[in-house]
């Protein structure tokens, strides 16, 4: 009974963290992935944080960017140089390259998109992010994605204390 209580009062937790996201991020104890899956259950979650997360970023900057720039490369390339802004070390384009394993043809011509919309600002022979990247509810949006982690965080401790069983 106890450990009945704890899975709904889990569930219950986990709905109110992921309820933002959409029904369909919401998951159920009762679904089993297929056997054939390896670690299916814990690769479920982790996919629902990295779309969660990436949903929450589409949605911070708005449908004309998405629209624009409906690519994992494009936001890949700006979570990149969104962390090396915010270090204090503006970054060229073959470091982008190097770091994230993509042809620098491709990382000039995203950060050349980004200039335009104004999300970045070439210093020299180094790029970096510019003030536009500061959006409104911006704590809020933030603790979203927090709690997002710390509950996929807690799910997946739980799958590991299970010893798998859960698969």
Same mark, same amino acid.
């Given at each position: 009974?106890?450990?009945?209580?704890?899975?709904?009062?889990?569930?219950?937790?986990?709905?109110?963290?992921?309820?933002?996201?959409?029904?369909? @991020? %919401?998951?159920?104890?009762?679904?089993? !992935?297929?056997?054939?899956?390896?670690?299916?259950?814990?690769?479920?979650?982790?996919?629902?944080?990295?779309?969660?997360?990436?949903?929450?970023?589409?949605?911070?900057?708005?449908?004309?960017? %998405?629209? &624009?720039?409906?690519?994992?490369?494009?936001?890949?390339?700006?979570?990149?140089? @969104?962390?090396?802004?915010?270090?204090?070390? !503006?970054? /060229?384009?073959?470091?982008?390259?190097?770091?994230?394993?993509? !042809?620098?043809?491709? %990382?000039?011509? /995203?950060?050349?998109?980004?200039?335009?919309?104004?999300?970045?600002?070439?210093?020299?022979?180094?790029?970096? %992010?510019?003030?536009?990247?500061?959006?409104?509810?911006?704590?809020?949006?933030? &603790?979203?994605?927090?709690?997002?982690?710390?509950?996929?965080?807690?799910?997946?401790?739980?799958?590991?204390?299970?010893?798998?069983?859960?698969?």
């Amino acid at each position: 009974m106890a450990l009945q209580n704890q899975t709904c009062a889990s569930n219950s937790a986990e709905q109110s963290t992921w309820t933002a996201a959409g029904d369909e @991020f %919401v998951l159920l104890d009762t679904v089993q !992935p297929p056997a054939r899956i390896a670690m299916a259950r814990e690769r479920m979650l982790l996919s629902r944080l990295y779309l969660g997360l990436i949903r929450s970023i589409n949605d911070d900057y708005g449908a004309d960017f %998405v629209r &624009q720039n409906d690519s994992a490369t494009f936001r890949t390339i700006g979570i990149y140089l @969104f962390l090396r802004t915010a270090m204090c070390s !503006p970054v /060229r384009a073959t470091t982008i390259a190097q770091g994230l394993r993509i !042809p620098r043809a491709t %990382v000039l011509r /995203r950060l050349e998109e980004m200039i335009k919309q104004g999300y970045v600002e070439r210093i020299g022979n180094a790029y970096r %992010v510019t003030d536009k990247v500061n959006i409104p509810d911006l704590q809020q949006r933030l &603790q979203q994605r927090v709690d997002m982690i710390l509950e996929t965080a807690r799910e997946l401790s739980k799958l590991r204390e299970a010893g798998g069983a859960a698969h």
